[in-house]
């Protein structure tokens, strides 16, 4: 996987964050680092509106992890080859109370 910049956001339990792109690019990949605690979902949007409890996400939703209720840790990397611009806004929604870790977008 080449890339040019990485982006690391620290994420925190039962929340929402936005990640303003600082620069124009394609984001190639994303790793998912998380700290599981209990069951939830992180997931990765356009949409500033969570779509977890959605049965049909609409297109914003672009990666998405299930957590299982065991402690430990977890790290998942979803191929994206999404197009961004700088300014555009991504949002990272995530249920189950201690889920913490990191989100790193990897910007070819």
């Known amino acids: 996987m080449g890339y040019k ?3 690391v956001l620290s994420v925190t339990a ?3 964050q936005t990640i ?3 620069q124009t690019g394609t984001i190639v ?3 998912f680092s998380i700290v599981t605690a209990a069951a939830g979902s992180w ?6 509106t969570s779509q977890i409890a959605t049965g049909s996400p609409d ?3 672009k990666a998405r992890v299930r957590i299982g ?3 430990g840790n977890m790290s998942v990397v979803v191929p994206l080859g999404l197009g961004v611009k700088v300014l555009d806004n991504l949002y990272i929604h995530t249920t189950g109370a201690g889920n913490v870790g ?3 977008l990897f910007i070819g």
């Open 5 to 7: 910049r990485s982006i």
């Open 14 to 16: 039962a929340t929402s």
């Open 20 to 22: 303003q792109m600082p």
């Open 29 to 31: 990949a994303v790793l």
């Open 43 to 48: 997931e990765l949007s356009t949409s500033s």
């Open 59 to 61: 297109t914003g939703v």
């Open 69 to 71: 209720a065991t402690a």
């Open 102 to 104: 990191e989100l790193t």
